[in-house]
T-cell receptor, first 114, second 113 residues
Framework: EPEVTQTPSHQVTQMGQEVILRCVPI?????FYWYRQILGQKVEFLVS????????KSEIFDDQFSVERPDGSNFTLKIRSTKLEDSAMYFC????????????FGQGTRLTVV | GENVEQHPSTLSVQEGDSAVIKCTYS??????FPWYKQELGKRPQLIID?????GEKKDQRIAVTLNKTAKHFSLHITETQPEDSAVYFC????????????FGTGTRLQVTL
């Protein structure tokens, strides 16, 4: 069964450093997403991406965040200058279409900012 | 924007009993409601979903009901087993927003022997 894959599984970084989280969505999917889950809390939407541009972003997705699809397979989330409060599990997801379709989640990257 | 409320936050049932988790949503335009199961440290996994043109859907021990008028939807798990222990999240999708999921706050289900 096809699945969304994410690397690394765990990233520890110092405050102020840049991090890049990587995702490989399912190959025939067209819509890509990043979500965040702070420990013990609900999953929160960060950004959606379609046709090489951001479709929608949440209030969390400020100027410190950016997304990119540098080639035909990878989808990346960059945090320019990490803060302690960026520590969370980051999930990538993808869907075939844009309305009422199942979202497939990656296994997540646990980001720890120290 | 959409807001999804979920209750209870924790639920403990004995093995074999039923469990019910309830959610409400605010945006009447939402028309797709998935339920995710998340085991500790793992990804959310879809267990069942319902679309707004259907009032109820069942898959073996799991069922979901939807009341569009009241903007409620519920997850029902019958004959619970220890492996059902996990955090369950409901979610709603706002139409026309590239399937952005708005999640509920989660219910930690504990099935005891």
């Amino acid at each position: 069964e096809p699945e969304v894959t994410q690397t690394p599984s765990h990233q520890v970084t110092q405050m102020g450093q840049e991090v890049i989280l990587r995702c490989v969505p399912i190959s025939n999917h067209l819509y890509f997403y990043w979500y965040r889950q702070i420990l013990g809390q609900k999953v929160e939407f960060l950004v959606s991406f379609y046709n090489n541009e951001i479709s929608e972003k949440s209030e969390i997705f400020d100027d410190q965040f950016s997304v990119e699809r540098p080639d035909g397979s990878n989808f990346t989330l960059k945090i320019r200058s990490t803060k302690l409060e960026d520590s969370a599990m980051y999930f990538c997801a993808s869907t075939v279409g844009d309305v009422n379709t199942e979202a497939f989640f990656g296994q997540g990257t646990r980001l720890t900012v120290v | 924007g959409e807001n999804v409320e979920q209750h209870p936050s924790t639920l403990s049932v004995q093995e074999g009993d039923s469990a019910v988790i309830k959610c409400t949503y605010s945006d009447s335009a939402s028309n797709y409601f998935p339920w995710y199961k998340q085991e500790l440290g793992k990804r959310p996994q879809l267990i069942i979903d319902i679309r707004s043109n259907v009032g109820e859907k069942k898959d073996q021990r799991i069922a979901v009901t939807l009341n569009k008028t009241a903007k409620h939807f519920s997850l029902h798990i019958t004959e619970t087993q220890p492996e059902d222990s996990a955090v369950y999240f409901c979610a709603a999708i706002q139409t026309g927003t590239a399937s952005k999921l708005t999640f509920g706050t989660g219910t930690r289900l504990q099935v005891t022997l």
